[in-house]
């Protein structure tokens, strides 16, 4: 979710192979505002530009063979073009992060088995910087430690572990020691807080629930403590709101799940779960409204899950 449109817009998956786009002036009623040609394009995060979007994700959605990664622009949230040095890009983009060195995505080339990243100075142009790593993928990246701070997965060394890398200029990039209990997690978000603190958070990839870490230099990572997140419960995003740190996600029991904090070192649940739904993502207002991305839920793993995008709009009182 970014600024743009008739205030705000947010962008999906749209179930198939594409993407969705909607705007709303308040967060609280939506209109549908996708684009011809988003069938076979997948934005995957976005990032805010002076004034303008940048999105970053895959085209040609709709080849399933074909592995393009893309970057797309956006002057006003509601058109958007194919970014014109991002073309033949191999790979996929996830998340993209923009410092004062420009900005960084990164994601992986699934054919090749590695995990990338990108540099943009102005969003247009892009290129692969590093070397490959190899058996990996990456979920997010974020600014802080030495400089980036970029986490997933990799087969350590032949089942997948959550892994954590840091880069001094974004070309070189040193994988830091195993976060203590992430033996068979895999890492979603990274997110450095107002006072440098760096909060990661995690799932099981046997499904077996979430936990949250925090460090102070991306390198050393330590287990934070935090109330609610037993019998499958996970967080998979974490935002930062004038409040605090919000943390997001899910459980096995199909039920909605928010944590809040002050420092990232300690989390309590933030409202009551929600049944049949999870939560993906979240967005603060200028005013302070929360609004939080995900979906309702129904059904089983038998009889298959039908799953219908909805946005929440609440607030983070004091």
């Known amino acids: 979710m970014a600024p743009g449109g008739d205030g705000l817009v947010a962008i999906g998956f749209d179930g198939a192979f594409g993407s969705f786009l909607w705007t709303s002036p308040d967060g609280a009623e939506w209109r549908d505002v ?11 995060a976005v990032e805010e530009v002076d004034g303008g979007l940048v999105g970053v994700g895959r085209g040609n959605t709709l080849d399933i063979e074909t592995e393009l990664a893309a970057a797309y622009l956006s002057q006003d949230g509601l058109t958007w073009r194919q970014a014109d040095g991002s073309a033949d890009m191999v790979g ?3 998340d993209v992060v923009a410092t004062g060195d420009g900005l960084y995505a990164v994601g992986g080339v699934p054919g ?3 995990a990338g990243v990108w540099r943009s100075s102005d969003g ?10 190899e058996h990996a993928f990456l979920w997010s990246i974020a600014e802080g430690g030495p400089g980036l701070v970029a986490v997933g997965w990799r087969r350590n060394p032949e089942q997948p572990d959550m892994a954590v890398w840091t880069s001094a200029d974004g070309s070189e990039w040193t994988l830091s020691p195993d976060p203590e209990e992430s033996a068979g997690f895999e890492a979603t978000d990274v997110l450095a807080h107002e006072d440098g603190t760096l909060v990661l958070a995690g799932s099981s990839l046997q499904g077996e629930g979430g936990r949250i870490w925090f460090s102070e230099d991306g390198v050393d990572w330590t ?4 109330a609610g997140m037993t019998d499958g ?34 989390w309590v649940p933030l409202g009551d779960p929600v049944p049949e739904a999870y939560f993906n993502d979240a967005f603060v207002t200028d005013d302070g409204t ?25 607030a983070v009182g004091d």
Do not use: C, K
């Open 233 to 266: 419960a996970y967080a998979r995003s974490l935002v930062s709101t004038p409040h605090g740190l919000l943390a997001v996600g899910g459980g096995d029991d199909m039920s909605a799940r928010a944590w809040i904090s002050g420092d990232g070192r300690s």
């Open 92 to 94: 996929q983009m996830i």
């Open 124 to 133: 247009e142009t892009w290129e692969r910087v590093g070397a490959d790593i």
């Open 34 to 44: 996708t684009p011809g040609g988003f069938e076979g394009v997948g934005i995957a």
């Open 290 to 314: 929360l609004l939080v991305i995900g979906a309702t839920q129904q059904g089983t793993l038998e009889t298959g899950i039908e799953a219908r995008a909805m946005v929440w709009v609440g």
């Open 112 to 114: 090749a088995d590695t």
């Open 223 to 226: 287990v934070a403590q935090v």
